[in-house]
């Protein structure tokens, strides 16, 4: 009896920890991240709150600070300048794919395109997505690589995977 009541206790939390997740927008979860400070700079500098916070779905790749920081230095300084708005929203709806992807879905498609898997983002462009020591790789325009770190932090409107690169579109 104790068991069962630990168990739903238990139950108990994670639902409660799970709907409170799935009322917040993607950008709620990434300004709850400590590690994507500068993600959430970029994305207010580019005006996209608003396109992040609706319905979606979206699937983002989220570079973290560290990926941001892999950068050639004062390139973050540089894109979060008005004047390179665009630019900026560019880069960053590049790691935007439309849809609710989880991991599970990732690995499945990649699999089922015999292992090298084009999408396209948000912003036009495409990533190739493949398979590495059982991590999902992102390739981007220009040959540069991420993997995915950690993945499916649900929000109301779409997924979260994390990056440890920050991919470049042509």
């Known amino acids: 009896?104790?068991?069962?009541?630990?168990?739903?206790?238990?139950?108990?939390?994670?639902s409660i920890?799970?709907?409170?997740?799935?009322?917040?927008?993607i950008v709620d979860v990434a300004v709850g991240s400590s590690d994507h400070t500068t993600l959430v700079a970029a994305?207010?500098?580019?005006?996209?709150?608003?396109?992040?916070?609706?319905?979606?779905?979206?699937?983002?790749?989220a570079p973290t600070?560290?990926?941001?920081?892999?950068?050639?230095?004062?390139?973050?300084?540089?894109?979060?300048?008005?004047e390179n708005k665009a630019t900026l929203a560019k880069i960053l709806t590049?790691?935007?794919?439309?849809?609710?992807?989880?991991?599970a879905a990732v690995v499945k498609a990649i699999n089922d395109a015999k292992g090298s898997l084009k999408v396209k983002t948000v912003s036009g462009g495409i990533l190739t997505a493949s398979?590495?020591?059982?991590?999902?790789?992102?390739?981007?325009?220009?040959?540069g690589v991420s993997t995915v770190?950690?993945?499916d932090l649900g929000a109301s409107n779409g997924v979260i995977h994390v990056?440890?690169?920050?991919?470049?579109?042509?």
């Open 65 to 82: 600070n560290a990926a941001f920081a892999k950068l050639p230095a004062g390139t973050v300084e540089t894109l979060l300048k008005p």
């Open 1 to 14: 009896m104790k068991i069962k009541s630990i168990a739903l206790t238990l139950f108990a939390a994670l």
């Open 131 to 143: 398979l590495k020591g059982g991590k999902v790789i992102l390739t981007d325009e220009n040959g």
């Open 94 to 103: 590049y790691h935007v794919v439309a849809g609710n992807l989880n991991a």
């Open 43 to 61: 994305v207010k500098a580019a005006d996209l709150v608003a396109t992040l916070q609706s319905a979606g779905p979206f699937t983002v790749f």
């Open 17 to 25: 920890a799970f709907s409170a997740n799935a009322q917040k927008t």
């Open 163 to 170: 990056i440890d690169s920050v991919v470049l579109p042509k």
């Open 149 to 151: 770190v950690a993945t």
